[in-house]
């Protein structure tokens, strides 16, 4: 299998502009997670979806951002209009469903840069 | 809430040393814990596991033992070798599928 499969990986932007990223979830895996990551709040969960349906939006940080799943296999993340302080390391996870399958997968991320 | 707490690193040890990262938490219920390792420009990996009170996780030389009685977790590798270098993050699935993080800790491993 190809792992988890985000992009693009490096996305450079400036203030304002929208920004929409990617992600391609393993087959067959029913969960997938959008996390972020900086230097000062560590890695935190934006949303996850079972079943392309938004679980938990939480942890999405303001009105700025949302994510879709129109299908078991694409998932977006959307941020509009983009802040330098979104600039960060998105990651997206999958995993399986079932007891004892917990582990999540993680794709390579996308490093945005917001100017 | 749910929470995890691990060690500030940087954790700096020349080749074969010992390695301990402590891991503790704070959860409702009987979480699941995990160890995940990130190397340089890529994404998490699991490294090991546990699901229940006293289960060993173990993998490529690291262990770590589920302690209810303390709440921990710590991550332990008898020999590190310079391919051991990387961010080490402790975690914990309390069931809803969402995983809390630890900060992280990394792990310099020097020849």
């Known amino acids: 299998d190809a792992g988890v499969i985000q992009s693009p990986r490096h996305e450079v932007t400036e203030m304002g502009q929208e920004v929409t990223l990617r992600c391609k979830p393993i087959?067959?895996?029913?969960?997938l997670f959008w996390y972020r990551q900086t230097m000062m709040r560590g890695l935190e969960l934006l949303i996850y979806?079972?079943?392309?349906?938004?679980?938990?939006d939480s942890g999405m940080p303001e009105d700025r951002f949302s994510a879709k799943m129109p299908n078991a296999s694409f998932s977006t993340l959307k941020i509009q209009p983009s802040e330098p302080r979104d600039s960060a390391v998105y990651f997206c996870?999958?995993?399986?469903?079932?007891?004892?399958?917990?582990?999540?997968?993680f794709g390579p991320g996308t490093r945005l840069l917001v100017l | 809430g749910n929470s995890v707490t691990q060690m500030e690193g940087p954790v700096t040890l020349s080749e074969e040393a010992f390695l301990t990262i402590n891991c503790t938490y704070t959860?409702?219920?009987?979480?699941?814990l995990f160890w995940y390792v990130q190397y340089p420009g890529e994404g998490l990996q699991l490294l090991l596991k546990?699901?229940?009170?006293?289960d060993k996780g173990s993998n490529k030389g690291f262990e770590a033992t589920y302690r209810k009685e303390t709440t921990s977790f710590h991550l332990e590798k008898g020999s590190v070798q310079v391919s051991d270098s990387a961010v080490y993050f402790c975690?914990?699935?309390?069931?809803?599928?969402?995983?809390?993080f630890g900060s992280g800790t990394r792990l310099q491993v020097q020849p």
């Open positions: 546990a699901t229940k009170a006293d």
């Open positions: 959860a409702t219920g009987y979480p699941s």
């Open positions: 996870a999958s995993s399986p469903q079932g007891a004892g399958q917990e582990t999540q997968y």
């Open positions: 979806f079972n079943n392309n349906v938004p679980i938990d």
């Open positions: 087959s067959g895996h029913d969960y």
């Open positions: 975690a914990l699935d309390t069931g809803r599928r969402a995983l809390t």
